[in-house]
């Protein structure tokens, strides 16, 4: 089936199919690098942690990064898995600033694998790291391999989140932490379909049915992996309003100005124009930091 999606203001004529990996693959690979992170840092893909007197994303995604790390209890030595790594930012970082022993990545994006190689190599890092191509609910690695498995706002696209957790516990040491960064509806009342915005298209879009559930049945789902004592905490009250405010102002940033073309500002307005509306439906989305441990 064809159909039109915008995203970042373009209107993208691309094949959604009944193949979730497809599907996220193709969501990804549409999205334009050049205008994401035009004017930008860094190449995170989160919507970030906003704390008081924050006015950046670049500033955000890191604070999120921080957040589901310090929820994981990284320690020096760990060994990690990240699963759904985009430009694998935060493992960088985790790296430098947590001294993790070695951090294994998978994605399914062939050019974010790519990238996060190339990237390793360049930082004297490749030692260090395993990037690679595959799926969240067919994790390739022996059981009880890892201290940490960590999801940084990707676990939303598994298919099914479910199964992911099924497949984190086996990776895991007895002991270890399974944290993800997640969206979900506020309320199991909350229609998917329904949302109209362009800028959420993504929520309608590339998040599997099987995943849209409230904060209790994601708690229960991990219970029924097998993790001990989960939680599952919003954060709601610091994530979207900061990133909504911060993109629908991005195209009069005099930055961002210079180095993209006037057309391409022009569509990027007229996606983000209507604030309202995007406002009434961010309130039905929650976003919440998960943490579960391996018995």
């Given at each position: 089936m064809f159909e039109n999606l915008k995203i970042a203001g373009r209107a993208i004529r691309t094949v959604f199919t009944a193949d979730p990996i497809t599907r996220v693959r193709r969501f990804y690979e549409i999205q334009s690098p050049d205008v994401e992170f035009a004017a930008r840092r860094t190449h995170y893909m989160n919507v970030g942690y906003w704390s008081e007197g924050v006015t950046d994303l670049d500033t955000a995604a890191e604070a999120l990064a921080d957040k589901l790390a310090d929820a994981a209890g990284f320690k020096p030595d760990d060994t990690v898995l990240d699963v759904g790594f985009g430009y694998a930012d935060q493992d960088f970082k985790w790296l430098r600033e947590r001294q993790v022993a070695k951090v294994y990545g998978l994605n399914i994006t062939p050019h974010h694998v790519e990238a996060a190689q190339r990237?390793?190599?360049?930082?004297?890092?490749?030692?260090?790291?395993?990037?690679?191509?595959?799926?969240a609910t067919e994790l390739p690695f022996e059981d009880n391999t890892f201290d940490r498995v960590v999801a940084l706002e990707s676990a939303f696209h598994f298919y099914p989140r479910s199964a992911f957790f099924a497949e984190a516990l086996r990776v895991l040491r007895p002991g270890g932490v399974l944290a993800t960064a997640d969206i979900i509806p506020v309320s199991g009342d909350?229609?998917?379909?329904?949302?109209?915005?362009?800028?959420?298209?993504?929520?309608?879009?590339?998040?599997?049915?099987?995943?849209?559930?409230?904060?209790?049945?994601?708690?229960?789902?991990?219970?029924?992996?097998?993790?001990?004592?989960?939680?599952?905490?919003?954060?709601?009250?610091?994530?979207?309003?900061?990133?909504?405010?911060?993109?629908?102002?991005?195209?009069?940033?005099?930055?961002?100005?210079?180095?993209?073309?006037?057309?391409?500002?022009?569509?990027?307005?007229?996606?983000?124009?209507?604030?309202?509306?995007?406002?009434?439906?961010?309130?039905?989305?929650?976003?919440?930091?998960?943490?579960?441990?391996?018995?």
């Open positions: 990237r390793a190599q360049e930082e004297g890092l490749a030692d260090r790291t395993d990037f690679r191509l595959g799926s909350v229609v998917r379909a329904a949302i109209q915005s362009g800028p959420l298209s993504f929520v309608k879009f590339s998040i599997p049915k099987e995943n849209w559930h409230d904060r209790d049945t994601y708690r229960q789902e991990l219970v029924e992996a097998g993790f001990a004592n989960p939680e599952v905490h919003s954060i709601k009250d610091r994530t979207w309003e900061g990133w909504r405010a911060y993109m629908a102002g991005r195209t009069e940033d005099p930055e961002f100005r210079a180095v993209v073309k006037p057309a391409v500002r022009k569509s990027m307005a007229a996606h983000w124009k209507n604030q309202d509306l995007m406002k009434r439906e961010l309130a039905q989305l929650d976003y919440v930091i998960a943490v579960g441990h391996k018995r």
